[in-house]
Antibody, heavy 115, light 110 residues
């Protein structure tokens, strides 16, 4: 069965960076785009961008360009999202596979930004 | 970035029917179609429908989606207590070259 397992919660200071991982199993990793979506406490969903695990190409939401980097390691079927943090970046970060929209989601990683 | 418009909350009685709406534009819902996601408290979102009306395997037939022009709708029939959740619509926006979401609708089953 398809599973996306994310890394654990992080606490960071403003100005630091965080790198969240998303390990895929149960399907061919390189066949589907991987997206990153975040949800601030009590708020809705916000799209950060995607990566093609096949060739590593990326597309980022304009709001996050210059601050976010998405990479992947096909040898271990894992996607990564690294974000340079500001004080308002506290949120749960999700990875989500794209197949006719977002059909499988990771469990989420809480990133808390606090000085 | 511009998103999709959903009512913040809808309340309906047990076993009743609820219809949730999502208003977009010709750049997203009207052209690319919409998907619907359900998010139970403390859980990641779950895909309910895609391409306006298609359901993934395993999703109950009580959930049906449709689209008219730039507005997508999700209809839930025979409401159950476990249907209480936040519901989000999403679509690819061709003018922004970005995925956009609605603000979400909190469904309460009375």
């Amino acid at each position: 069965q398809v599973q996306l397992v994310q890394s654990g919660a992080e606490v960071k200071k403003p100005g630091a960076s965080v790198k969240v991982s998303c390990k895929a199993s149960g399907y061919t990793f390189t066949d589907y785009y991987m997206h990153w979506v975040r949800q601030a406490p009590g708020q809705g969903l916000e799209w950060l961008g995607w990566i093609s695990p096949n060739n590593g190409s990326t597309t980022y939401a304009q709001k996050f360009q210059g601050r976010v980097t998405m990479t992947r390691d096909t040898s271990i079927n894992t996607a990564y999202m690294e974000l340079n943090l500001r004080s308002d970046d506290t949120a749960v970060y999700y990875c989500a596979r794209e197949s006719e929209s977002f059909d499988y989601w990771g469990q989420g990683t809480l990133v808390t930004v606090s000085s | 970035q511009a998103g999709l418009t959903q009512p913040p909350s809808v309340s309906k009685g047990l076993r009743q029917t609820a219809t949730l709406t999502c208003i977009g534009s010709s750049n997203n819902v009207g052209n690319q179609g919409a998907a619907w996601l359900q998010q139970l408290q403390g859980h990641p979102p779950k895909l309910l429908s895609y391409r306006n009306y298609s359901r993934p395997s395993g999703i109950s037939e009580r959930f049906s989606a449709s689209r008219s022009g730039n507005t997508a709708s999700l209809t839930l029939t025979g409401l159950q207590p476990e249907d209480e959740a936040d519901y989000y619509c999403s679509a690819w926006d061709s003018s922004l070259s970005a995925w956009v979401f609605g603000g979400g609708t909190k469904l309460t089953v009375l």
